[in-house]
T-cell receptor
Framework: NAGVTQTPKFQVLKTGQSMTLQCAQD?????MSWYRQDPGMGLRLIHY???????DQGEVPNGYNVSRSTTEDFPLRLLSAAPSQTSVYFC???????????FGSGTRLTVV | KNEVEQSPQNLTAQEGEFITINCSYS?????LHWLQQHPGGGIVSLFM???GKKKHGRLIATINIQEKHSSLHITASHPRDSAVYIC???????????FGTGTRLQVFP
């Protein structure tokens, strides 16, 4: 099915480890973004991209890197995991015009 | 103060009741989105509004740009409507969304 594929669904990391959360979409959407969701808070934007080769920071970018080498893929890298990065992460995409957003199924990350 | 405020935070209803969830925002916007987050965690886009009213099945969304306010209505609520409903706005001249903290709805048979 067309949509946004996010992997893995669950991950446990030790403090200091690095990992990459994968996000891929097959709808040829220009806009892709990463959010984190924490209890009692709204979704917060980490990084976003308006097209291949273009990325920008969101509200909470520290500790995360992104790249957009293709239209389809937008991976999120945690360079050195910290307990404060324990959260649920969502990737989303949208076409130009932002008529609607398609979200991935989320990644529940625990850093111990 | 958050730029997007939702009320109520929690809502319980009996099956068949008419539900209203409110969203107020403090910035000028290009569009407002209503999203639904299922108990399993998945997020689905319900509506995008820039003016007026939209209807899809039993869901109705309205927006008043002058008052910076939107409402999501559910008619004839059903237990399968139980979810978190999230309001998000896209401010003018940005590609970013600002989210409310969500309204948790539980509909009992």
């Amino acid at each position: 099915n067309a949509g946004v594929t996010q992997t893995p669904k669950f991950q446990v990391l030790k403090t200091g480890q690095s990992m990459t959360l994968q996000c891929a979409q097959d709808m040829n959407h220009e806009y892709m973004s990463w959010y984190r969701q924490d209890p009692g808070m709204g979704l917060r934007l980490i990084h976003y991209s308006v097209g291949a080769g273009i990325t920008d920071q969101g509200e909470v970018p520290n500790g995360y890197n992104v790249s957009r080498s293709t239209t389809e893929d937008f991976p999120l890298r945690l360079l050195s995991a910290a307990p404060s990065q324990t959260s649920v992460y969502f990737c989303a995409s949208s076409s130009q015009g932002f008529y609607g957003y398609t979200f991935g199924s989320g990644t529940r990350l625990t850093v111990v | 103060k958050n730029e997007v405020e939702q009320s109520p935070q929690n809502l319980t209803a009996q099956e068949g009741e008419f539900i209203t969830i409110n969203c107020s925002y403090s910035v000028g916007i290009s569009a407002l989105h209503w999203l639904q987050q299922h108990p399993g965690g998945g997020i689905v886009s319900l509506f995008m509004l820039s003016s007026g009213k939209k209807k899809h099945g039993r869901l109705i969304a309205t927006i008043n740009i002058q008052e910076k306010h939107s409402s999501l209505h559910i008619t004839a609520s059903h237990p399968r409507d139980s979810a978190v409903y999230i309001c998000a706005v896209r401010p003018y001249n940005t590609d970013k969304l600002i989210f409310g903290t969500g309204t948790r709805l539980q509909v009992f048979p």
